[in-house]
């Protein structure tokens, strides 16, 4: 009895994590136009963001909000500057961009790739390494790049913990 009770409770948590984790992994449409960005003020932080935009659709609607911040990859000397576009209501990612990095030759680089960037796309906030446990939209990392890559994750989360902290929180 106890071995089917141990194989149960095995099997039930797994599919319980499994329908937890669909919820992150399933990509949601971020189909919009935006008319016109509108420059914030950014508050003094510990997240990195240096500006944002509120993206505006045509009827002046926030459909988004534009976050570019830095965050320090394996290249400590010159942080990753990143672009990160996310819903108005802070849930999604809709898209990451970065705009310079000096990250190491043939694996670090390789953030830039639309391969990599477009894992982010539509995904539910928090996104997380694929190693990880953590709860959140599971990004694949470049293999050997690991820090590159986490830090890239990283950066999106800190726009999202910014744009909840300074600016929905209003």
Do not use: H, W
């Not at 095995?10 to 990509?27: H, R």
């Not at 000397?77 to 849930?91: F, K, M, N, Q, Y």
């Not at 390789?110 to 709860?135: A, C, H, M, W, Y």
């Amino acid at each position: 009895i106890m071995l089917v009770i141990g194989i149960a409770v095995v099997f039930g948590s797994s599919a319980v994590k499994k329908i937890a984790d669909e919820k992150y992994n399933t990509p949601v449409d971020v189909d919009f136009t935006v008319a016109q960005t509108v420059p914030m003020s950014v508050e003094e932080n510990d997240f990195n963001v240096t500006s944002v935009e509120k993206a505006l659709d045509a009827q002046g609607n926030a459909v988004a909000y534009v976050i570019k911040s830095s965050q320090v990859g394996y290249n400590a000397e010159v942080p990753i500057e990143l672009e990160t576009t996310i819903t108005a209501d802070g849930s999604v990612v809709c898209s990451v961009d970065v705009l310079k990095q000096e990250e190491t030759e043939y694996l670090g680089v390789r953030i830039e790739t639309d391969d990599f960037k477009n894992q982010f796309k539509g995904r539910k906030l928090p996104v997380v390494s694929s190693n990880s446990i953590e709860k959140g939209a599971k990004v694949d990392v470049i293999a050997k790049s690991t820090i590159s890559s986490q830090a890239v994750i990283d950066g999106v989360n800190n726009a999202t913990n910014y744009l909840n902290t300074f600016v929905l929180e209003k």
